[in-house]
């Protein structure tokens, strides 16, 4: 499975971005896909998942700001982000696996993905 991040970018605190994570390589619609991000400096972090299962899941620091979707047809998750910080300045990561999670709180857990993207860059100016 490949994945390959788009849409990231230099944006004023306040706007919106939309992040693309296109995958090809697999069944897209059986594979959970999460969002993670890494900030200068900062260990990675869970933004968002969409479980293969239906739902999603949000970091509370993505909660009503972010949203995580998925189009089977086109095999594409997408991160679509308002009102955008500049905290919210890092790599993000598309990320997937296939595997029965055990637990809701592993989608948090980076070490449960087994495959990720090579990230897009985002940047927020105050």
């Known amino acids: 499975v490949q994945l390959v991040e788009s849409g990231g970018g230099l944006v004023q605190a306040g706007t919106s971005l939309k992040l693309s994570c296109s995958v090809s390589?697999?069944?897209?619609?059986?594979?959970?896909y999460g969002w993670f991000r890494r900030a200068p400096g900062k260990e990675r972090e869970f933004v968002a998942v969409s479980p293969w299962s239906g739902g999603s899941y949000y970091a509370d620091s993505a909660k009503g700001r972010f949203t995580i979707s998925r189009d089977n047809a086109r095999s594409t998750v997408y991160l679509q982000m308002n009102s955008l910080k500049p905290e919210d300045t890092a790599d993000y990561y598309c990320a997937a696996d296939r595997r029965g999670f055990p637990s809701q709180s592993a989608y948090y857990y980076g070490t449960y993905y087994t495959y990720w993207g090579q990230g897009t860059q985002v940047t927020v100016s105050s």
């Open positions: 390589g697999g069944t897209f619609s059986t594979y959970t």
